[in-house]
């Protein structure tokens, strides 16, 4: 991982409030092999709720960090003090665009987020099923066919996620190497990688829209070139700001989420096995996994000073409300630590809480489900190969790279 370039800290942050803590770069945070990144952020609930991180982002700034689940709802639920707006992804390309409806505030957030709901309601997902279960298998049997071990991300996990990404934009597959290589590059890439593939994926937004504004079909973005909100047709930067956001929030998620419960049951055989007996078991697990093995990192902007918890937060000074922060708050669930797949009344914050949860939460939890119900049924028991390490690493999503497994 790159060196991050530190700020100075603000004279307003009291230093005995200075935490040395960040999700870039402690331990366990940094590419590792056979790292837990999760567990090692859980570090934070021995200290107090919330903190100031002096590098706590991928552009090196500091934020502060919330460490209470019952403190970051707070913060997620209330936008007028606690804003989205930051263009995270144009601001690389020097450009202030927002991503949509991510980086929206209420209540332009909510006009977009009714326009968007019906496209991933759960019905909707009900219907593309049948295609993410064949995706599964197909992937999987060929992984079987063709030996005993294999690289899971590489092979199966962003394989299929952009598979389906690729169905929701009526996109056939023979591009399929190519998405996959461009979200690589976007997110893991370097500083040269990153803006050059931010560059490409708007390119090919901005020529999809072009070519369904000229032959629409029954697709996601021939859905936007058509959409109106408060009777006008989208704007060119809204359509792109929406494509976008599909393109990031979709893909890098599903897969690392489906690689981090792979892991886990590699090292855990004997509830592999236990899922393998009844896979109706395995929804609920898929809730315990996405409550130990979150992977996103959420940042809002104070719009205006306000003390927060004995926290003197100042108007621009960014909010950290991480999602395995929360889902490790003992406050919140008895052992956080303990990885229990019965688990019930699992209140995970996975998807986030408030105006912007998850839009694609549905469509992602039946990807992760109908992934381990696949793999679980055609794979026999696997663990880590020998001689090899996975290697995970923090951030502002959390991965997971080099997950080589062998059913030898
Ligand atoms: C395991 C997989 C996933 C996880 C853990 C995840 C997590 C999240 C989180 C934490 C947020 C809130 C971000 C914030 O408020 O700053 C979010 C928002 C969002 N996600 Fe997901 N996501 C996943 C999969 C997906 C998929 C598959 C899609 C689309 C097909 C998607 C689309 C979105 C969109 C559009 C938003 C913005 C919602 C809004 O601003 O109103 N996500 N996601």
Redesign the pocket.
């Known amino acids: 991982m790159e060196t991050l370039a530190t700020r100075p800290i603000p004279a307003h942050v009291p230093p005995e409030m200075v935490g040395d803590f960040s999700l870039f770069s402690s331990p366990g945070m940094q590419p590792t092999p056979n790292g837990d990144p999760q567990a090692a952020s859980a570090v934070v609930h021995q200290g107090p709720r919330i903190f100031y991180s002096p590098v706590n982002t991928r552009d090196g700034r500091g934020t502060w960090v919330v460490t209470r689940a019952q403190d970051q709802r707070r913060v ?1 639920q209330d936008p007028e003090t606690f804003s ?1 707006h930051r263009s995270i992804f144009a601001s690389a390309l020097g450009e202030s665009w927002p991503m949509i ?2 980086e929206l505030d209420p209540p332009d ?1 909510g006009k977009f ?1 009714s326009l ?1 709901n019906p496209l ?1 309601s759960p019905r909707r997902v009900m219907a593309l099923e049948t295609a993410v279960r064949e995706r599964a298998v197909s992937l999987i049997d060929g992984i079987a066919a063709s030996g005993t071990s294999c690289d899971v991300m590489q092979d199966f996990a962003f394989p299929f996620a952009v598979n389906i990404f690729l169905r ?1 934009l009526g996109l056939s597959d023979d591009r399929l190497q190519e998405f996959v290589r461009w979200a690589n590059d976007l997110l893991h890439g370097d500083n040269v990688q990153r803006p050059a593939a931010a560059r490409t994926i708007i390119a090919f937004i901005d020529d999809l829209a072009a070519e369904r504004r000229k032959r629409p079909v029954d697709d996601f973005v021939s859905f936007l070139v058509q959409a109106k909100i408060d009777d006008r047709p989208l704007t060119d930067a809204e359509i792109r700001g929406t494509g976008v ?2 393109f990031v ?2 893909l890098d ?2 897969a690392a ?1 489906i690689g981090f419960d792979l892991n886990y049951l590699a090292r855990h055989p004997s509830d592999q096995q236990w899922l393998r007996d009844d896979p109706s078991r395995i929804v609920l697990a898929a809730e315990e996994l996405l409550r130990a093995y ?3 990192q ?1 940042i809002r902007v104070a719009t205006k000073d306000i003390d927060f918890e004995g926290a003197p937060i100042r108007k621009g000074d960014y909010v950290s409300c991480a ?1 395995m922060i929360a889902n490790r708050d003992p406050n919140e669930f008895p052992e956080p630590e303990k990885i229990d797949l019965t688990r019930e009344d699992n209140r995970h914050t ?3 809480y408030g ?7 549905h ?2 939890r039946r ?2 489900v109908v992934g381990l119900e696949e793999w679980l049924k055609r794979i026999p028991t696997f663990r880590i190969k020998e001689g090899t390490a996975p290697i995970t690493y923090g951030g502002h999503v959390f991965g997971i790279e080099k997950l080589i497994l062998d059913w030898s």
């Open positions: 997620l989205s409806p991510l957030h987020r968007l991933l929701f956001l599909l929030a979709g998620t599903v989420a979150p992977t996103v959420m999602t996975a998807f986030a105006p912007h949860r998850c839009l694609g939460s469509l992602a990807e992760i």
